[in-house]
Antibody, heavy 121, light 107 residues
Framework: QLQLQESGPGLVKPSETLSLTCTVS??????????WGWIRQPPGKGLEWIGS???????YYNPSLKSRVTISVDTSKNQFSLKLSSVTAADTAVYYC?????????????WGQGTLVTVSS | EIVLTQSPATLSLSPGERATLSCGAS???????LAWYQQKPGLAPRLLIY???SRATGIPDRFSGSGSGTDFTLTISRLEPEDFAVYYC????????FGGGTKVEIK
């Protein structure tokens, strides 16, 4: 059974860089059939796609966040990572990693449990 | 960017009733690339429907999706106690965006 698990600091200071890693188990991140993505949800609010990556390293970003986002993949560790720079309180959210079904913009059949990241001094 | 508007914001129904949730798009969603998710408090969203009308693996047949172009519907034929949750639509025909959600609550 495929599982995704987010990890990283739960507290980040304003203006610093948020860094999270998603570890995939029960399947290979190098599968040609899937893309891998990050989605976030501010407390009590809706969902926002951050970006997606293919195992080859091709990336696709939400235009509204593109200037601050970097997503990378490490196939040897079966992981992919998110970096979001110059964070503010508006970036406080639960961050989910997910498997996207067949395209960088697609439905997401598998999700991690999510990790809350709070931006505060 | 395609903006998705879900209505109503809250739906108050009793178990056994039929639920009809709407998702309207600001532009036509190509190839009916629209999905529906269910989210319960403290949990990640769960994929219910993809490509507007295809049920995801393991999803009961009381959940059905329909629509095309700019108007999409999720129908729950008979509400079970575990169906009370928040539902989101998502389009992936042009980039990827989500609707604001509909909360289905117990009346």
């Amino acid at each position: 059974q495929l599982q995704l698990q987010e990890s990283g600091p739960g507290l980040v200071k304003p203006s610093e860089t948020l860094s999270l890693t998603c570890t995939v188990s029960g399947g290979s991140i190098s599968s040609s059939s899937y893309y891998w993505g990050w989605i976030r949800q501010p407390p009590g609010k809706g969902l926002e796609w951050i970006g997606s990556i293919y195992y080859s390293g091709s990336t696709y970003y939400n235009p509204s966040l593109k200037s601050r986002v970097t997503i990378s993949v490490d196939t040897s560790k079966n992981q992919f990572s998110l970096k979001l720079s110059s964070v503010t309180a508006a970036d406080t959210a639960v961050y989910y990693c997910a498997r996207l079904d067949g395209a960088p913009h697609s439905s997401a059949g598998y999700w991690g449990q999510g990790t809350l990241v709070t931006v505060s001094s | 960017e395609i903006v998705l508007t879900q209505s109503p914001a809250t739906l108050s129904l009793s178990p056994g009733e039929r639920a009809t949730l709407s998702c309207g798009a600001s532009q036509s969603v190509s190839s009916s690339y629209l999905a529906w998710y269910q989210q319960k408090p403290g949990l990640a969203p769960r994929l219910l429907i993809y490509d507007a009308s295809s049920r995801a693996t393991g999803i009961p047949d009381r959940f059905s999706g329909s629509g095309s172009g700019t108007d999409f519907t999720l129908t729950i034929s008979r509400l079970e106690p575990e169906d009370f949750a928040v539902y989101y639509c998502q389009q992936y025909g042009s980039s990827l965006t989500f609707g604001g959600g509909t909360k289905v609550e117990i009346k």
